[in-house]
């Protein structure tokens, strides 16, 4: 439409004038399409209007109507849909929110659509023209080539001392933020801050980033000053959101002056965020010390411990509060100790509230600290303490102080008094007397209150032992303590006596001596800790012990597998289980495996107990090269472990029971055959006779039937299945095994004859086996192949066998040759299994796989079958490095021209860690990667440093553009980026095309750096 309203200006035609203006109209109206679907508010809010009106006739409530009514109201004073609509589109264009002023890029652009609707016939070719100018600029504002952009601001960074006029040329500029970053990026001085003080364009955004902050950052320090003034200026923190707040803190803690009063409005109602509880905290620790006692300063930790310990803290408030508390007790010591132990006693009465369980909990306050790893109302009664004697230090009068402790709870007053008089006892010691009588009467012992009456009755003052008494009460007579009866409970004096007699004068405690004697009969002595809770501690557990791997090796293999068969759960084996015991035997085994060789029979007739007995044949086979000539003791074995599955009944408590045993004892058999130890025919029979049995027992209890297990694992948890597993490995691995082989095929025939849950679990061992088979009797394969994977097989198991092969089994040529249809037809019901086996089709180049028809097969199952087949050749390369990658570099092309999803296509940006990719393909697949999912790629710092390599490559610069148009990671962008950047040096004549294309694709992503600057004068940050 542009181009069109280009071409009447030049023809000037008759109706010239009218064409120019309907073309603009369009043009911009059809940007605006870009930012989404028109929406009018206003009118779905009288639609809600009309529908709660009606309601509200009907009997209903008014409160929908009025919300209604509010919400016309915010659709008549909000943004159009027009403004909606264009910020939309820069916002995804830019990343981030459009910036927002009066008179900016937006109001401009919405102003000429409606000039464009106001001119009706007769236009003028002149009105006609300077509309189409003016949409022209605006729009090369807004969309244009991010360089020209930028060199239009260029001219406003020079300006030193802005004008009004100034301001409105930066505003007519705003819109993209992007434009705005780059502006304040490269200034410097203070004029534009005084020029911008209380404009919309200099303030911290309510959220998301905030353009000016580095320039501030920058003003911090080269004109403290300024920016001290312009923070003092900014509204209180009742009017900011907590974003504001914290980015004006953040400020504030650039500025070398101070500034306490200015973080002190800003934080007005925000100390309960985290993040601005974070920035004050900051803000406080890095102060000076001479700063401390400041009386905002004050005010401001005043302000934040309240935050810092409200019920919804956040999680490192001790971190917080320990910071702000170290500064309070600085400033306390700078002669401020009065205040602060007023401020810090009314924290600790909330604290109090708050935390009831640590106040109980407390322990002895002398041992407390301000550390950032301990509780928060552990820091206030540290501090509190620690402010105190700052206090008496600074002559404050000891009532005074005391009357400020003692508006605490009592059970933590009476503490805090009592820590704080000791350390003044030559002076106090009266008010301390008047304390611990005090405390006596009403409050349990603690160890500070007990700490000052040892201190007080060592002193032996006067008057002591009568306020004392006086304190405890009448202590009872010898006749009321003979009276008490061994069953009745004692009363609440004397057990409250009990706990303070400890540190009482002789005076007091010769009454009381009786009473006391009685208690402590059936309480022991009372702590010197009085009634503070003990801290919780770590006990250590102890590896439990049976009988110990160390004394069984001290043991003959007999005699140990006796003392097994012994071990019970209590006695001398204290809390050890037969699981522990079983451990230890398997230890002592690997200890020294020898020795348990000799006598297998015996030694698992004298264990008698088949946990004991899995355990010794789970650990003999750890030792299998040992026992090549023990083959017919280990088949006696199996075979009694065999017999007394037959024939006994395993204790209920038991775990596995002998079918356990045998199926260990098969492991080991076929374990022992498959390092080819000669067999006598004897051993071979008996051997293949114990897997033939334990195949046939069928009658073992069924796994559940779950959808979410698979069934080759529900089947190999049953004994007869892993039997049959273990049939197959014995069938191929002895010497001379045809006759194994022949009873194998036998016992498979017998199988395929199964239905239900028995013959989909054989032949879900059998399955995987398949390629195993098919080599080594091939035509009893072949005659039996629809048995085994077709129609003949009953309840429908063929297919299901072909789908457990696919999805167990490994990929075989024959199989791929002469069944491609059943693979094709499996894509539907183990897309998973049948996908992989048709790649190793296309990866070996059988016939009929070469990647275009693989992908098309795949294609016809799916889009989500092509990208799986993406990510598994991706991957497979990386693990793989002998891999042939030819076809599969192929098949990715083929299928990137199919526009895919993106995520199909990402995993190909693994790719860049492919060392055995060469680098023209792998540039070729990756360029061809990046355009089809738009730069979103997976590792795209890998393939970034990949392509650097490649400096000159148009390709290779062409990768990086594309991925810095990706919403990659901010981390991995800048690794990117980084790359971008050196590659927009380069000086090679052929890629300057595409050199210019990277650098205004980092010029969109803000990487200013890139940009070319022609005039010398212009400053780039």
Not at 583 to 606: G, K, R, S, T
Not at 725 to 730: K, M, R, S
């Amino acid at each position: 439409m542009l181009t069109a309203a280009a071409e009447q200006i030049e023809r000037a035609g008759n109706c010239a004038g009218n064409l120019i203006a309907y073309c603009i109209r369009e043009a911009l109206m059809s940007l605006l399409d870009m930012g989404g679907k028109r929406r009018s508010p206003a009118t779905d809010a009288i639609g809600k209007i009309i529908c709660r009106a009606k309601e509200v006739r009907d009997g209903g409530s008014c409160e929908p109507l009025l919300q209604a009514v509010s919400e016309l109201e915010a659709a008549r004073d909000g943004d159009g849909p027009h403004v909606k609509r264009l910020a939309a589109l820069i916002g995804s264009l830019a990343r981030r929110e459009p910036v927002r002023t009066k008179a900016d890029l937006i109001d401009i652009y919405v102003e000429l659509i409606d000039e464009a609707n106001r001119l009706h016939a007769n236009v003028t070719i002149q009105e006609a023209t300077r509309l189409y100018e003016r949409a022209l600029t605006t729009l090369g504002r807004l969309f244009g080539r991010m360089g020209d952009r930028l060199a239009e601001v260029d001219p406003l960074t020079m300006v030193t001392a802005p004008t009004r006029a100034d301001v409105a040329s930066l505003v007519s500029l705003a819109g993209d933020p992007r434009i705005l970053g780059y502006f304040y990026g490269s200034l410097d001085g203070p004029g534009w801050l005084r020029a911008l003080a209380d404009h919309e364009l200099l303030q911290p955004p309510k959220t998301g980033p905030w353009f000016a902050y580095g320039y501030l950052q920058k003003l911090a320090g080269s004109h403290p000053e300024d920016v001290r003034k312009w923070l003092l200026s900014r509204p209180s923190g009742d009017e900011l959101s907590d974003h504001q707040a914290l980015l004006l803190i953040a400020v504030a803690r650039m500025v070398p002056l101070p500034i306490a009063d200015a973080v002190l409005r800003a934080t007005e109602r925000r100390t309960d965020d985290a993040a601005v509880l974070h920035q004050i905290a900051a803000y406080i620790s890095e102060l000076p010390a001479e700063q401390h006692s400041n009386s905002a300063v004050i005010s401001l930790i005043k302000r934040s411990l309240l935050g810092g310990t409200t019920t919804d803290t956040p999680a490192d408030v001790a971190y917080l509060t320990a910071g702000l508390l170290r500064v309070a007790v600085s400033s306390a010591g700078q002669g401020k100790a009065r205040r602060w132990l007023r401020i810090l006693a009314a924290k600790l009465r909330a604290a109090c509230k708050r935390f009831p369980g640590e106040l109980m909990a407390l322990q002895k306050i002398d041992t407390l600290t301000l550390n950032p790893d301990g509780h928060v109302f552990d820091q206030l009664v540290a501090a509190v303490r620690d402010v105190a004697r700052l206090a008496a230090d600074q002559g404050m009068p000891t009532k005074e102080r005391i009357d400020m402790l003692a508006t605490l709870p009592s059970q933590l007053a009476g503490r805090l008094i009592a820590v704080h008089l000791i350390e003044n006892l030559d002076a106090d010691v009266d008010v301390a007397l008047t304390v611990m009588a005090e405390e006596v009467a009403r409050e349990e012992p603690m160890p500070e209150t007990l700490a000052l009456l040892a201190e007080l009755a060592g002193r032996e003052h006067p008057g002591l032992d009568q306020r004392m008494l006086g304190a405890l009460g009448e202590p009872p007579s010898d006749e009321e303590v003979a009276a008490l009866g061994q069953d009745e409970k004692l009363p609440k004096p004397w057990r409250h006596a009990y706990g303070w007699l400890i540190a009482m004068p002789a005076a007091v405690r010769e009454p009381w001596a009786r009473a006391n004697e009685k208690v402590e009969e059936r309480c022991g002595p009372a702590s010197p800790h009085g009634c503070m809770w003990p801290k919780p501690t770590a006990i250590p557990v102890t590896h439990e012990t049976a009988i110990g791997a160390d004394v069984l090796a001290g043991l003959k293999p007999l005699e140990a597998a006796k003392r097994l068969a012994a071990f019970t759960l209590s006695g001398e084996f204290s809390s050890a289980t037969r699981c522990h015991a079983s451990q230890e035997l398997q230890q002592a085994i690997n200890n020294d495996p020898l020795p348990w060789i000799a006598e297998p029979v015996a030694i698992i007739d004298a264990l008698d107990d088949p946990m004991y007995a899995e355990r010794y044949l789970k650990a003999l086979a750890e030792h299998v090269d040992e026992l090549h000539e023990h083959v017919p003791d280990l088949l006696d074995a199996v075979e009694l472990a065999e017999q007394k599955l037959n024939t006994e009944q395993t204790k209920p408590e038991l775990i596995g029971g002998w079918a356990n045993v045998v199926g260990s004892g098969l492991e080991l058999i076929t374990k022992v055959a498959c390092t080819r130890v000669p067999l006598t025919r004897s051993d071979r029979d008996r051997g293949w006779g114990l897997i033939e049995r334990a195949v046939r027992r069928r009658e073992e209890e069924l796994p559940d039937d779950r959808p979410d297990i698979p069934t080759n694992l529900s089947a190999i948890n049953r004994h007869s299945m892993r039997a049959l597993a273990a049939a197959v490995l014995y069938a191929g691995s002895i010497s001379n095994g045809e006759s194994e082989l022949k009873q194998l095929l036998q016992l498979v025939d017998e199988l395929l004859a199964l239905d239900g849950p028995d013959g989909l679990h054989a032949r879900a061992i059998l399955a995987r086996n398949l390629p195993w088979l098919a080599a080594r009797a091939p035509e009893w394969t072949r005659s039996r192949w629809s048995l085994l994977v077709g129609a003949d097989a009953s309840d429908g198991l063929g297919p299901r066998t072909f789908d457990q092969y696919l999805e167990t089994g490994a990929a075989f040529n024959p199989f791929l040759i002469e069944h491609r249809d059943l693979y094709l037809e499996a894509l539907e019901r183990a897309p998973d299994g049948a996908r992989r086996h048709l790649l190793f089709g296309m990866l070996w180049k059988v016939d009929g796989y070469d990647p275009a028809s693989v992908l098309e097969a795949l294609q016809a199952a799916g889009d989500d079958q092509v990208g799986e087949a993406i990510k598994w050749l991706t991957f497979t390369a990386l693990r793989e490095t002998d891999m042939p990658l030819e076809d599969a570099i192929e098949f990715l092309r083929l299928a990137l021209a199919l526009k895919l999803p993106v995520d199909a296509v990402k995993p190909i940006g693994w790719l860049a860690r492919a060392e055995g990719l060469d680098d023209d393909a792998w540039l070729d697949i990756t360029l061809q990667a990046a355009q089809a999912a738009n730069g979103d790629l997976d590792q795209p710092d890998d393939i970034a440093r990949r392509a650097k390599q490649h400096p000159d490559d148009q390709r290779a610069i062409r990768i990086v553009r594309d991925l810095l148009n990706s919403d990659s990671h901010l981390w991995r962008l800048n690794d990117v980026a980084a790359v971008g950047l050196y590659l927009v040096k380069r000086t090679d004549p052929a890629a300057q095309v595409v050199r210019e294309e990277l650098r205004e694709q980092l010029l969109k992503r803000e990487f200013f750096d890139a940009r070319e600057v022609s005039d010398p004068m212009c400053r780039l940050d």
